[in-house]
């Protein structure tokens, strides 16, 4: 609603499974190859990311692909294949390492990295190998790859104009969605938080179309479109500092996202926690990163590099959470 259709599917929806087509055991640790924990825990985040296992799992883009260079599809079909059918032994990451400078190319090899950047230059990389064939897509089209299906979702911004009442909407694709989290202990809190209507007035005034002229105004964000997996970021590091708001925050195994849509009222849209991913330290430039993920059998594992081991959920839902990730 309010957004032009797709003009080509680039990959079929009902193609997309939810569930883990294949019950398995956990799959292996990850080698630390100097300050890699980042790296590692994005890693097996992903991994255990059901629709995209299933998919990598079935070498449906290797069939396919006519890349010639570098393909984040190819190399990410590689390393979950490796991980998943391999739980003997730890392995070392070298799909992904190969081509470190490439998936961003400010990251620096042995040096430690913020694991939500490696995550959005990793899903974006991916995204742009599904895009690689086809050229001059609307957008609407390009959220229809299998990547954006996956993670992908879309805002509305609503602002409204205090002087004449006239809305404007604007629509933007999204694959994962950052939270602050300084006034508030609870994921739902900073969910809230988001969508609360902020003031646009002074130097921030809205120039209204309507009364042609700049003018006092609210905007609201909301989720109108929202993805298969939701993947949040609670913002815990200061940009500018880089200390790091390290109190306990919140969250659900199941949460319900209907209060956020756009459409507020109505069946609650409900997701499930498989991962969450941790930082340990005082600062984004150290510390340590580690997740916790839901495998296929059901049963939650810490994954801390090599080491994988089984916990109760009770432990996963406990931990000063940086990333989580849930499920449709």
């Not at 825990?41 to 991994?47: E, G, K, N, R, S």
């Not at 799992?57 to 190399?75: A, P, W």
């Not at 956020?260 to 069946?267: C, F, I, R």
């Not at 930082?279 to 801390?304: E, P, T, V």
Request: charged share 20%; net charge neutral.
């Amino acid at each position: 609603e309010g957004m032009d259709p797709p003009k080509r599917i680039l990959f079929p929806p009902e193609k997309i499974c939810m569930v883990w087509q294949k019950t398995q055991n956990v799959g292996a640790g990850l080698l630390n190859m100097g300050n890699t924990c980042f790296l590692n825990a994005v890693l097996q985040c992903l991994t255990y990311t059901p629709p995209l296992a299933n998919y990598l799992l079935s070498r449906e883009h290797s069939r396919t692909c006519h890349e010639q260079g570098f393909c984040m599809m190819c190399v990410m079909e590689t390393h979950v294949n490796k991980v998943l059918r391999s739980s003997a032994r730890p392995i070392p990451p070298l799909a992904v390492l190969k081509v470190f400078k490439l998936i961003g190319e400010h990251f620096q090899p042995g040096r430690e990295e913020d694991a939500h950047d490696f995550l959005c230059c990793t899903v974006n990389a991916m995204q742009s190998s599904c895009l690689s064939a086809s050229s001059d897509l609307d957008i609407s089209s390009q959220s229809t790859t299998v990547v954006h299906q996956i993670f992908g979702g879309f805002l509305r911004s609503r602002v409204t104009c205090f002087n004449c009442k006239a809305i404007s909407d604007s629509y933007e694709a999204f694959l994962d969605v950052p939270l602050d989290i300084k006034e508030t202990s609870s994921l739902t809190g900073a969910l809230q938080g988001f969508v609360t209507p902020e003031q646009l007035d002074g130097e921030n005034c809205f120039k209204c179309s309507r009364c042609e002229k700049d003018v006092a105004a609210s905007k609201r964000f909301t989720v109108h479109c929202p993805p298969k997996i939701l993947t949040v970021c609670l913002k815990r590091f200061d940009c500018f500092t880089g200390g790091k708001i390290g109190k306990v925050v919140e969250y659900p195994e199941f949460l319900d996202l209907r209060p956020y849509m756009s459409q507020a009222e109505g069946e609650p849209l409900l997701y499930s926690l498989y991962a969450v991913l941790v930082h340990r330290g005082l600062s984004c430039q150290g510390g340590h990163y580690f997740c916790y993920i839901k495998a296929s059998n059901g049963q939650w594992y810490q994954m801390d590099d090599k080491s994988v081991e089984l916990c109760p959920i009770d432990t996963a839902l406990k931990q000063q959470a940086y990333l989580l990730f849930y499920a449709r």
